[in-house]
Structure formats: C-alpha cells, structure tokens
C-alpha cells in the first residue's frame, strides 16, 4: 500500500464530508472544511492509500498555537498507523511554519486517539466538562510543546 499526504483540496471535499458523517455523531459540513481550507490560518492535509484519499486533519494558526481542530480516518483503514503518519505530517507542517505549541481536545472515551495523541507527545492538560454532545462527554485538553517534541 502506498501512503501519501497532500494538502487537502476543494476536490476532496465530499470524500472529506461523507467520511466525517461515518465517523462522528456531530459531524462537520462540507462547507465547515470549506471555510478553513480556504482560511490562510489554517492548514487542512488529507492521506491517502493507493491514490485513494483515507483520512484528513487540520490545525487553525492562533497567535503561535496550532489548535488541532478536526481529524478523521475511514473506518476501513483505522489499526493501520495511519493517523499517526497523518498527524505527523500535520505537526511538522505546523513546526516548519513557526508554531511553538499544538493542542487539541479528544472524548476521555476515546482511548486509541487519547494513546495516538500521547505516542506524538501531547499531555493532558485538564479536563472540559460537558465538551461534547450527542453523547455529553468530558474531553481531555491535550497540548503538546514541541520543544518536548519526541521525549
């Protein structure tokens, strides 16, 4: 199988959208991913296997801080370490553009994304009541500092 990211664009977007319907209770829109693939301050990639495109995340730049904002990988191909190579790619796209920071929030449910997350050195940070709908669910606020990049 052969691996690729890219940045995300306007011709990904109904693959983007349907796997984000599959995948999350609340799901973004098309136009959600939309509006920041256009937005200079974000940076939205997508992975592909074999050409076809299997996942996508993207971070917003907020004065210095890359917010992880959205990452999703279809469900035929979750186990295979893919969102770790996406979300490195994102990370080191977001280090080359001078981010000191990264964070994100994840369901405390969520355990392989809570392990993906801390494998890239994220740490919790806290936690936000409520965070989530349909279920309510607390999230862990994970933030990564990548002068701690790989310890």
């Given at each position: 199988?052969?691996i690729s990211t890219?940045p995300?664009?306007?011709k990904?977007?109904d693959r983007?959208t349907y796997?984000?319907?599959c995948?999350?209770?609340?799901p973004?829109?098309r136009?959600?991913?939309?509006?920041?693939?256009?937005?200079?301050?974000?940076?939205?990639?997508?992975?592909?296997?074999?050409?076809?495109v299997?996942?996508a995340a993207?971070?917003t730049?907020q004065?210095?801080?890359?917010y992880i904002?959205?990452v999703?990988?279809?469900?035929g191909?979750?186990?295979?370490?893919?969102?770790y190579?996406?979300?490195?790619a994102l990370?080191?796209?977001g280090?080359?553009?001078?981010?000191?920071?990264f964070t994100?929030?994840v369901r405390v449910s969520?355990?392989?994304?809570?392990?993906?997350y801390?494998?890239?050195?994220?740490?919790s940070?806290?936690v936000?009541k409520?965070?989530y709908?349909?279920?309510?669910e607390?999230?862990y606020v994970?933030?990564?500092?990548?002068?701690?990049?790989?310890?």
């Amino acid at each position: 199988m052969t691996i690729s990211t890219r940045p995300m664009e306007d011709k990904d977007l109904d693959r983007v959208t349907y796997m984000e319907e599959c995948s999350f209770s609340m799901p973004w829109k098309r136009e959600d991913f939309k509006r920041l693939i256009d937005d200079e301050g974000s940076t939205y990639l997508v992975i592909e296997a074999d050409g076809e495109v299997v996942g996508a995340a993207g971070y917003t730049d907020q004065v210095g801080v890359g917010y992880i904002n959205n990452v999703v990988i279809d469900e035929g191909f979750r186990g295979r370490k893919l969102s770790y190579k996406l979300m490195k790619a994102l990370l080191d796209d977001g280090i080359s553009r001078g981010l000191t920071d990264f964070t994100l929030e994840v369901r405390v449910s969520n355990l392989p994304a809570v392990r993906l997350y801390e494998g890239l050195g994220f740490k919790s940070a806290g936690v936000r009541k409520n965070f989530y709908e349909r279920p309510v669910e607390d999230a862990y606020v994970m933030w990564l500092y990548t002068s701690q990049r790989g310890q």
